[in-house]
Structure formats: structure tokens, C-alpha cells
């Protein structure tokens, strides 16, 4: 089945009323009664989507297909369900509903995808003063010792909090994440930022994850009245410290447009409205897409620090509180993600992940949806439904996909299985080209496929042609289209015709099959509806055997795209 958009409001709206503040924005502390409230929501949609739920050590949640092999390797995805205070409903909640879609819609088919789904645990960081702690301890990075001394509200820490929702500390000790049970990690997410929203990009694969180094700086001065000190005479601790706060902004500007340096902590003493300030403390936040890019902004905001208070003779004291590489994601998984997906834009996320986490270890790859005026961490957080969808449909191709090893391997019934459906209810294709294994590559596979469509008779042509659907005909109304077709039409915006435009494609469809007794065939997916309509008078012109030449040609290329969506190189 496509993917349900509706199911994934209804995801998305349920989470939402689980907060400790309603009316007033999603509050979820991990281990909290909200979040629990929400991770038993997700639970009861996995469970009824035919998975079979577990947590981990470390207190992540876990849904898998209960008729996958216990010993298949799986994509893992999803996200995280807690939020900081008064956040929105979209940051990780979006990702968290694609893998239950996807789950879902599969359950519905009768298939079963390598695909997991994982709600990573306390990725935000409030509840404990750290964030990504579910996957952090799930790898390794962090230990139980560590998970020990980090504290809540309550004065519990990870391990007593977590406890009833799984964490264990003595599975820590022994249950360590294997590599190998993950084909990789698949995270949607919401980009968290403008820059999609402002240029109208409903899609965008995160090619890498931007590092980050955040800093202590104290600046010294020399307290003094604020009356009776001539500027000249002044060792004010606050005028450096704003040269430097500024000075800032034009480094990151200069390093790149992916570079961003950020004060989010500013300490005045002696905070007197007539003192001259003699300490000020403040906090730098540095972040870019590169490793390299970090080395070359630590050592330049150094110097900045280091010159502006020279000038005027003040001491100051620098320190380096974190420092996190920046992650690529995964580069076979970004380039056939941006295949998929029509030559999807690539970017940086500026914001951590558990993606970045988890990248080090398995093939890891992110896909952002656009938040409304780069609006997140706020009540006012909102992201179009229907991009979210369009993710969880890109990403249920790429794990449908089948490689060309496997369908080398699979019997018969299986190869047919796989490739039967490129060519329009016309599985006999598939049948003959199965004895011309092994296929050494997607176009090796669609030469052969298209070979015995060109050696068939003529009337076996014609049954393959007229297997199509008439464009916005009975079939599309009835939703009674296949799954390829469904998304074809809705990729050349035929799902979405006003009536003038449906009484054109009615006429035109009508025309056309009364000349040639077929349907009219166009690769949907290369054309808009505006085209097409301009193709049909344009081909009323030719004689019945151009139109035979040319339907199948259209549908080679139809073939050529969906056997692109279901079949990987090796």
C-alpha cells in the first residue's frame, strides 16, 4: 500500500497531546509520565503492524517485523520522542512516525522489509545535562559509570530513572551494539532551520552531520566607578568581551556559509549598573561541516580572543568544554537516497543527531523535511505533512530495494516476485527474462527485460500496452491503480487536476483510444501534466505502428525507472 498520510498525522497529533504542558508547547523529559505515555503510543501501533518489541540495554526502543529472521541484517529507523521544555511536535516525533508507516504499509502488503524501528533515548539533553545518551550508551561512548553520575530533576539518575523502561545496568556490561545485525541507519528528521523552508525544498539528503567545540572564555578587567573613570582609563572587562562576541561573527561568515559561532552564556560581574565590569564569562559555541574547517576556527578564534585583549592589556582565560568531529554520513547511501529521489539536494545539519552517534559504526544517512521559517525547539514548530510522507516514501524505496546479487540468486518465483511489477500487470516479462541471468547491473537487467518484450509477438506487445491505465481514467478515480502507477501519476501532479483539466484528459483519452484501440502511454514520471496534455494532440498525428513504437518505448523508460527504484547495484 502507498504511503498513508492521514496515519501519519494521526501519529504526530497522538504524540503531541502527550506533554506535561498542554496548550503550551510538547514537554517529554525521558522517563517522564508524558514520555512514556507517548512510547506506549508507539508501541501499540508496532505491535498491530505485526512487530515484535524490545528495548535495549540502554534504554532505546525497538519494533521489528515479527516474521523477519532473527538473523537478517535490518535498516534501523526512526528518531527520538522527548523534547525540551515547551518544544514542538515535529523534532524527532517525524521520524519516529515514517518508520511506523513504513512498518505499517508493508504489514498491509503481506511483505516483509529489513527495516527496525528504533526512539532513541534522552536525545535532547535536558532531563540529564547531556543529550544522545540512549545511543551514546548503546555504543560504548558512554559507560555505566557515567550514566551513573548523570542526574534529573528528581536527583535520580539514568540508570534509577530508566530502570522500569529497561535500562540495565549489568546488560550494559555485556550486551554490546553489533555492527553487523544493521544494514545501517535511515533518520528523517526535521531540518531545524530556514534554509529549505525559504527556498521552497520540500526534500533534502544531510550529506554530513557539522561538528562542534564549545568554549569557556573569561575576560579580566578592573572593576571601577562608572562616573569618575575617563574612558581612556577604563579597563572594562564587558568592551572586550563585545569586540570579541563580534569579531565572531565575521570569522564564521568568513569560513563558510555552513559555519556558525554562537555566545548563548554571558556572565557580568559585578553586574552593577555603576561598576565598571572587572570579570565577564561567556560561552562559544562553534560548529562546522568539516573536521578541518574546526582545527582552522579553533586556532583563529584563539587569536581573536588573544589580540582584542592585548590591546588593551586585560588577562584572559580560555578552555575547551567539548569538542564532537563532525560525521559524514554515508556516501553510498546519500548518492542512491538523491538517485531515488530525482537529484535531491545535499546539506549540512547543523544540529546533533543520533545519527552522529551511530554513523561511525553502520552506513548512516539523514533526510530533511522543511520546518516552517526555521522555526523549531518552539510551540510555533511545523512541518507540512505531506513532506514527511514524501520522505517515508523515498525511504521505502531504498529499502525495498532488492541487489542485483540477490535477484542472480533468487529462484524463479522470487525473481518474478521482484521484478514482475516494472512492466504493467505483464509478469510473463520477468518469467523468460529469468533464464538470461546473471544481470552484472541495473541497465544489464533492464536490456534483457526489454529484449523479450522486442522478440514477443505482436499481439503479446499489445496485451503489454494495453495493460496500462488510462491517465486519470476509471482505474486512478476507483484507487484501484497499482502502487507504481499511483505514484507515477502523482509524480507528473495528476493526483491534484482541477475539473477543467480532468474533462481534458476524459476527451483527449477517448480520442486516442478510439484512433488506436489502446491507452495513451507516457513516462509520467519525465513529464508534468502540463506536457502530456500537449503530447496527446501531438501524437493523434502518427499512424497505429508509430504509436505501438512509441508506447513501448515509453514504457522501456517507465521500466528503466521503477526497476531503478527496486534494484541496487551491488
Known amino acids: 500500500m502507498p504511503v498513508n498520510v492521514q496515519r501519519i498525522r494521526r501519529d504526530i497529533e497522538a504524540i503531541a497531546l502527550c506533554t506535561q504542558t498542554p496548550g503550551s508547547g510538547a514537554t517529554r523529559p525521558t522517563f517522564s509520565a508524558a514520555w512514556s505515555e507517548a512510547r506506549d503510543y508507539v508501541i501499540s501501533q508496532a505491535k498491530a503492524a505485526g512487530c515484535g ?15 523477519l529472521d532473527s538473523q537478517q541484517p535490518v535498516y534501523l529507523c526512526g528518531s527520538h520522542i522527548d523534547t525540551v521544555p515547551h518544544g514542538g511536535d515535529y523534532d524527532g516525533v517525524a521520524g519516529v512516525s515514517v518508520a511506523l508507516e513504513l512498518l505499517r504499509s508493508a504489514h498491509e502488503d503481506g511483505v516483509t522489509i529489513p527495516l527496525q524501528l528504533i526512539v532513541f533515548a534522552e536525545e535532547e539533553g535536558p532531563t540529564f545535562g547531556l543529550g544522545m545518551l540512549g545511543s551514546r550508551a548503546w555504543v560504548g561512548d558512554l559507560t555505566d559509570a557515567d550514566l551513573g553520575r548523570l542526574r534529573n530533576s528528581d536527583g535520580q539518575s539514568y540508570l534509577q530513572a530508566g530502570k522500569p523502561f529497561g535500562v540495565d ?60 573613570t575617563s574612558m581612556q582609563d577604563r579597563s572594562d572587562a564587558l568592551a572586550t568581551a563585545a569586540k570579541i562576541i563580534l569579531g565572531l561573527e565575521h570569522l564564521a561568515s568568513a569560513l563558510g556559509k555552513q559555519t556558525v559561532m554562537t555566545v548563548g552564556r554571558l556572565t557580568v560581574q559585578p553586574n552593577a549598573i555603576n561598576v565598571i565590569p572587572d570579570r565577564v564569562e561567556f560561552t562559544i559555541d562553534f560548529r562546522a561541516a568539516d573536521d578541518e574547517t574546526l582545527k582552522l576556527g579553533d586556532a583563529q578564534i584563539q587569536g581573536l580572543i588573544k589580540t582584542m585583549c592585548g590591546q588593551r592589556r586585560q588577562q584572559f582565560e580560555f578552555n575547551q568544554t567539548e569538542s564532537i568531529p563532525a560525521r559524514p554520513m554515508d556516501g553510498k547511501l546519500v548518492s542512491r537516497l538523491q538517485r531515488l529521489g530525482g537529484n535531491l539536494p545535499a546539506t549540512v545539519s547543523g544540529a546533533l543527531h543520533d545519527s552522529a ?14 520546518s516552517k521559517d526555521g522555526i523549531s525547539h518552539n510551540p510555533a514548530e ?189
Not at 545501517?184 to 554530513?208: K, N, T
Not at 484512433?515 to 502540463?530: G, L, M, S, V, Y
Not at 506536457?531 to 517507465?558: G, H, M, S, V, Y
Request: proline share 4%; aromatic share 6%.
Open 53 to 67: 518489541i524490545s528495548v535495549d540495554a540502554a534504554g532505546n526502543l525497538h519494533a521489528r517485523p515479527a516474521s
Open 169 to 228: 545496568q549489568l546488560r550494559l556490561l555485556k550486551e554490546f551494539f553489533i555492527p553487523e545485525r544493521f544494514l545501517g541507519l535511515i533518520e528523517v528528521h526535521i531540518e531545524q532551520g530556514p534554509g529549505m523552508w525559504q527556498r521552497d525544498q520540500r526534500l533534502a539528503v544531510v550529506h554530513s552531520i557539522a561538528g562542534r567545540r564549545q568554549f569557556a572564555v573569561t575576560v579580566h578587567g578592573q572593576a571601577n566607578h562608572a562616573g569618575a
Open 357 to 370: 552517534v551511530i554513523a561511525p559504526y553502520v552506513p548512516t544517512v539523514m533526510l530533511f523535511v522543511p
Open 382 to 570: 511545523f512541518s507540512r505533512i505531506e513532506d514527511i510522507a514524501a520522505a517515508a516514501e523515498l525511504v521505502q524505496r531504498l529499502v525495498r530495494q532488492r541487489s542485483i546479487g540477490q535477484l542472480n540468486n533468487m529462484d524463479r518465483t522470487g525473481f518474478v516476485a521482484a521484478c514482475g511489477g516494472c512492466f504493467e500487470h505483464s509478469p510473463w516479462i520477468a518469467e523468460r527474462a529469468s533464464d538470461r541471468r546473471p544481470f552484472d547491473s541495473v541497465d544489464d537487467l533492464h536490456e534483457k527485460l526489454c529484449s523479450v518484450v522486442r522478440a514477443a509477438g505482436a499481439e503479446e506487445q499489445l496485451s503489454l500496452i494495453r495493460a496500462h491505465p488510462d491517465l486519470v481514467g476509471r482505474l486512478a478515480k476507483e484507487g484501484k491503480l497499482t502502487r507504481e502507477s499511483t505514484s507515477e501519476q502523482a509524480a507528473a501532479r495528476l493526483t491534484s487536476l482541477s475539473a477543467e483539466e480532468i474533462a481534458a484528459f476524459e476527451q483527449h483519452n477517448a480520442a486516442y483510444r478510439k484512433k488506436f484501440d489502446f491507452p495513451f502511454i507516457i513516462c509520467a514520471r519525465e513529464n508534468k501534466k502540463e506536457a502530456i496534455l500537449a503530447a496527446f494532440p501531438r501524437r493523434l498525428q502518427n499512424d497505429r505502428q508509430q504509436e505501438i513504437a512509441t508506447a513501448l518505448q515509453e514504457i522501456f523508460k517507465i521500466a528503466r525507472l521503477r526497476l531503478i527504484d527496486s534494484v541496487a547495484e551491488e
